[in-house]
């Protein structure tokens, strides 16, 4: 069994930062990418960024220049370093990882969400 335990959100003022982790536990052989979505009220969840196994990342536009995705690949940790936040970032942000618990087939898992509100 693998869990996403996500961390770190919470309430800040326009232009402030926060730094969300997410750790992987549980049955793991290996992981492969890792990565952030979001989901604002009365919208669909949307991807915030991604990293790969091999370190290869991918922002969505509106967040590239502020947002900073991490990984520790001993902790089976990944992170978002969210800098200069606006009102419009305000979300439930989930942690995704595609991990492989048995060598031959990698699943998708999902955290619960930490919810982030930066305030005007």
């Known amino acids: 069994q693998v869990q996403l335990v996500e961390s770190g959100g919470g309430l800040v003022q326009t232009g402030g930062s926060l730094r969300l982790s997410c750790v992987a536990s549980?049955?793991?052989?290996?992981?492969?990418?890792m990565g952030w979505y979001r989901q604002a009220p009365g919208m669909q969840r949307e991807l915030v960024a991604t990293?790969?196994?091999?370190?290869?990342?991918n922002y969505t536009d509106s967040v590239k220049g502020r947002f900073t995705i991490s990984r520790d690949n001993t902790k089976n940790t990944v992170y978002l370093q969210m800098n200069s936040l606006k009102p419009e970032d305000t979300a439930v942000y989930y942690c995704?990882?595609?991990?492989?618990?048995?060598?031959?087939?990698?699943?998708?898992?999902w955290g619960k969400g930490t919810l982030v509100i930066v305030s005007s």
């Open positions: 995704h990882a595609k991990i492989r618990p048995i060598p031959i087939r990698s699943y998708d898992y």
């Open positions: 549980g049955s793991i052989f290996s992981i492969d990418s």
């Open positions: 990293i790969s196994s091999g370190g290869e990342i």
